[in-house]
């Protein structure tokens, strides 16, 4: 089988990981970076919300998938539709199309990933699609949940949506077919990887490795680092400035030694720290 040609993009970034008095912080409320021309990765300031979550843009020749809204509604303190709205306003100046839509989806329904949807509420062309597993599945066609997979053509452009439940009972992870990159949400990124149902988490971990051996899968990037750049040592949940972050991408390795640390911590509940992040089983 011929391996297609991913785009590749930037990942050399420095992220603005808060500032050490948030009120004083000069920085935006939202550090745009540019993986490719089609691509964005947004990052909320931690200043404004400590959760600073990622979110991302991806954008099709018809349609564009916004994964996640962020920590904050208010638009006052986190522009993300005008932030949106200005990178789809650059792409169709370069890429006219009539109508062009917008997908606002989840990799899942905690409030730091979906804060920001009513934002986009009015929003002509557009579909913010419910967090929750109902308006998963029935938008993406999801009918075997956990099972199966769908995917989303966003016009020259298609991403593979999976079931990803384990963290939450809605959390999805999205492969975008054009870099290759798989969107792991709160399943897997440098931090702590909180687990409400194991034998669903560890479920959703085998189905992944399994995607990653038949599809190529360039990078992981999840939606917050939470780690230092010493294995096994993470910043206390509520940090508000991390100057020593290691970088967001993480790679197929990464999943692999997350699927060997749940066999290590052997359902026990607790926090079990391991270099790359640090696994807490719901008791």
């Keep these: 089988m011929t391996r ?40 909320q300031n931690m200043s404004v919300h400590f959760e600073a979550p990622f979110v991302f843009l991806l954008l099709g020749a018809e349609r564009a998938l916004l994964l ?28 006219p199309y009539p109508g062009y839509g917008l997908v606002v989806a989840h990799t899942h329904g905690h409030g730091d990933h ?41 016009g020259g452009r298609v991403v593979d949506v999976l079931p990803g439940p384990g963290h939450q009972p809605a959390a999805t992870i999205f492969h975008d077919r054009r870099t290759g990159l798989l969107f792991t949400g709160d399943t897997l990124y440098p931090g702590h990887l909180y687990v409400s149902d194991l034998p669903a988490f560890t479920a959703t971990v085998d189905r992944l490795l399994a995607f990653c051996e038949r599809h190529p899968v360039t990078r992981l990037l999840g939606c ?39 066999a290590a911590v052997d359902r026990r509940p607790g926090e079990h720290r391991f270099d790359r992040f640090v696994v807490h089983i719901a008791g």
């Design 68 to 95: 996640d809204t962020g920590a904050t509604a208010d638009p006052g303190y986190f522009p993300l539709r005008r932030t949106v709205d200005a990178a789809i306003d650059e792409w169709l100046a370069l890429h």
């Design 4 to 43: 297609p040609t991913h785009v590749s993009g930037d990942l050399d970034v420095r992220w603005h990981a808060g500032w050490p008095s948030a009120k004083h912080d000069p920085a935006p409320e939202i550090q745009p970076h540019a993986y490719d021309e089609s691509t964005l990765i947004l990052r």
């Design 114 to 154: 979906i804060a920001g949807d009513g934002q986009f509420a009015d929003r002509p062309d557009t579909v913010v699609v419910g967090p929750d597993r109902d308006a998963v599945t029935a938008f993406f066609g999801l009918p075997d949940w956990p099972l199966g997979t769908a995917s989303l053509d966003l």
């Design 224 to 262: 917050h680092i939470e780690m230092t750049t010493t294995p096994g040592a993470a910043y206390p949940r509520g940090t508000t400035h991390q100057p020593d972050e290691p970088p967001l991408q993480m790679d197929t390795g990464h999943l692999r030694a997350l699927r060997e640390a749940l």
